[in-house]
C-alpha cells in the first residue's frame, strides 16, 4: 500500500530509515537567516569520487556516471537544515584530514584501493555513532512518553547531530538509486509493469524492481 | 439574470460533488458545479503522472522551502515534491488551530479524489446502532438496508475491486475481481485465520482501482502505484476519470472554477434556498447564482463553513444551526500505530508489478458477543507484506561493489499493519467561524477546537497490542510496535459538524441529508457523518450523495421542495 505511514513505519522498525528518509519525511525548521551553501566545481569532482568509491562503476554504471555529486550538493543546498550543512560541509574537509593522515596524500590523488580503505574505517566508527544516536534517541523518545501520555510525535527529535559519513554514505546511495543509470542498470526498471504477479520465483542475484519513483 | 439560474447548484467537485453532478444532470436537471479553485483536466494535466524519479531536482523529497510554506502539509506525508500541486498552499487558506488540527485539503476540480487512498469498505448496522446502543451521540436515522441499493449502486459504476469474505460487519458489495496477496501475506493470513479460528481475518484490501475494464473506462490499472500523482489510464475512481464525464455527457452539466460559495441565500418567507453567493477567487467580484436546490459537497468544515455564514439573520450561528449541533461532533480515524517486522524463509519468493494496494484485517474488538474492552468501538488495520529495497541498511557490508550489488538485489521481506480506529463523536469537539482571522479573500476563518479523549488513547494501547500478538502469531520476527502518535485531522477522513438524526432539535440533516430547517439544501460530504466506524468512508459518500440526489430529484417532481 502506498498511503500513509505504513512503508514509513516498516522502514523505521527495521532500521532502514536514513538521514535522507529523515529529511524526506520529517525535516527540521529552517533557518531564515542561514547564508547559502554553496558548492564549487572542485567540490562536486571531489563528492562524485566520494560516491564512485561507495558505490563503483562495475558491469553497470556507477555513482560518478550517475551524477551523484551533482545531485548531493543540490539535496545539501535545498533539503539540509542549516546545523546539517554544516555538518557536511566540515565533513568534507575532515574526511580530506582522515585521508592524509591514513595514506598521506589527499583523497582526490588518493588511489581507488586507499579511498576504499579509507571510507571503510570511516564507515565503521560511522556505523558505531549511529548507533549510540539511535540509543539516544530512544532514551529520549522513552522520557518524552513518560511525561506525557499522548506523545505527539516530538520525540524524533535529534538527541545527537548526524554524522557527515552518514549524511554523504546515505546520499550517494539515495542519488545512485534514483537516478537514471542507477535505476535502469543496477535494478530492473518496469515503469509501466501493466500487470501483477503477487508470487514469483527468485533467486539470489536476481536484480530487484523499480518502477517510475 | 436568466444566465445564473439552474434547476441545481452542486458546491464542490470531489467525489461527493462529482457524485452528485452525476446523478443530478442524468435525472435531467440543469446544474451548475462550483469548484472553489482551479481546473485539473483529466490526464492533460497530471503533470507529474509519468515523471520518473530522476526528473525530480530532489527526487521527490521536500526542501527547507517547502517546509516554511507548508506549516500544516509538512507534518505528514502529504508534503512532497510529487504531487504538491495538488494540495492546498496552506499560507493562502489558513485556520485557528485552538488544539492541533492538521487539515490536508485540495481546492481544485476533482478534490482529493484526485490524491485520495482508494480503500473502500461498505458501514454495516454495527455502526449504524452503534451510537443507539452504546447510548452516546444520537442514533443515524439510516440502517444498512437503506443504504446496501446505494452501495451496489455506486461500487458498480466507480469500480471497486475485492474479495467476498461473509462478513456480517462489513458487507461484500459489487467486486470486481480481487487483487492477489503476495506470498508472505497469504501466509500470514492463512496464520491468523487459523490461530483465531476465523474470528479475525485477513484479506487483500478493498480499492477503487480498476482490475478490469467497467463501462466507459477500458483501461485497467498498469500496476504503477503512483496513482496520488493523476492515473493517465484513469484506472483509478476520481472525479475526473469517472463522474465528471458522465456528468458532462449529458449536456446538462456547467463547471464553473474559482467560485467560492460564501453563502446560501435563504428567502425567509419561503423557508427556501434561493440559490448561492459565489465569490470570485480571482477577480473578487461577487456574483449569485440562483437554483431550486443546492446540494453542500465542498468537503466536511468547509460546507458547514457556508452552512454557518447563511441566513445569520434569521439563526445568528447560521442555516441549521436550530439544533445547536452545527459545527461540532468532528470526528477523524486515529492512525499512526501498529507493528511491523521480518519474515523469514521466502527468500525465494518475489513479485512482479506495483500493486496500488494492501492487505485490510477488519475491526474484530467488540464485536456482538465479545469481552467488552475498556473503550468503546474498534478498529481494522491496513498494512503489506513486501521485500526491503536499496533503501535498507547492510550492516555487514560497508562500501563498494558488494554493497552495490546487495542493495540492487531485493532484501528481506517485511511486514507491517497500521490501525484505523473510530473516534467517538463529542459535542465539545467543534469547529467554529474565527472572529478575528481571515483569509485573502476577507472571509473568516475556520477555529478548530478538537482533541482525542481516553477512549482513543484506550483504544491504541489495543491496536499495538494486538498488532504486535497477530504478527508474532503469523511467524514474523522481530516484531516491533509503535505508536508514533497522531493529531485530529491527520486520518484525512474529516467527518462530522452537520450530522444526520431522527430529531430536528439533536441534529442538522434528516435521514435524506435534507436541513432540516431549509429542506431544499441537501449536505452530503463527511460533514453529515452521526459515527465515524472504523472505515475509510469515501465510498459512504458516494452512496448517500447518489441515495440523497434520487430523493431529491423526486421530492421536486412532487413539488415538496
Redesign the interface.
Known sequence: ????????????????A?I??E???T????N?DSAPVAFTDENIAYLDEIAE????Q?N?A?AKAAGVGR?MT??VI????REDQEIFRKGLDILEDECNKMHKVGFMKATPEQR?QL??AV??ET?DYVKRQADAVNVQGQKEKQGQ???????KKQAMPNHYFQQL?QLA????????KG?TE??RY???????????????????????? | MANNTYDAIVVGSGISGGWAAKELTEKGLKVLLLERGHHIEHVKDYAESNKPSWEYPHRGGRTQKMIEEYPVLKRDYPLNERNLSFWTVDKDNPYVEKKPFGWFRGYHTGGRSLMWGRQSYRLSDLDFEANAKDGIAVDWPIRYKDIAPWYDYTETFAGISGSKEGLPHLPDGKFIAPMEMNIVEQTVAARIKEHYNNKRTMFIGRTANLTEAVPGRPTPCQYRNICSNGCPFGAYFSTQSSTLPAANATGNLTLRTFSIVTEIMYDRNTKKAKGVKVLDARTNETLEFNSKIVFLCASTFNSTAILMRSATDVWPDGLGSSSGELGHNVMDHHLKLGASGDMEGFDDKYYSGFRPNGIYIPRFRNLPGDEKRNYLRGFGYQGAGSRQNWSRQVAELNIGADLKEALGEPGKWTMGIGGFGEMLPYHENKISISKDTKDKWGIPVLEFDVEFKENELNMRKDMVADAVEMLTIAGVKNVIGQDQGCEPGWGIHEMGTARMGRDPKTSVLNSNNQVWDCQNVFVTDGSFMTSASCVNPSLTYMALTARAADFAVKELKKGNI
Open positions: 500500500m502506498n498511503r500513509r505511514e505504513l512503508l514509513k513505519m516498516i522502514a523505521a522498525a527495521t532500521g532502514a536514513m535522507g528518509g529529511f524526506l519525511l525535516g527540521c525548521k529552517a531564515p568509491t561507495i558505490i563503483p562495475t553497470t556507477g545531485f543540490v539535496m535545498d533539503c539540509y537544515t576504499k571510507l571503510i564507515d565503521k556505523k501520555e499522548r506523545n505527539t510525535n516530538d520525540f554514505k546511495i539515495f542519488g545512485y538509486f534514483t537516478s537514471e535505476r543496477a535494478l518496469t515503469p509501466i509493469p501493466g500487470k501483477f504477479e503477487a508470487v514469483i520465483d527468485y533467486k539470489k542475484g536476481d536484480k530487484a524492481f523499480a518502477g517510475l519513483t
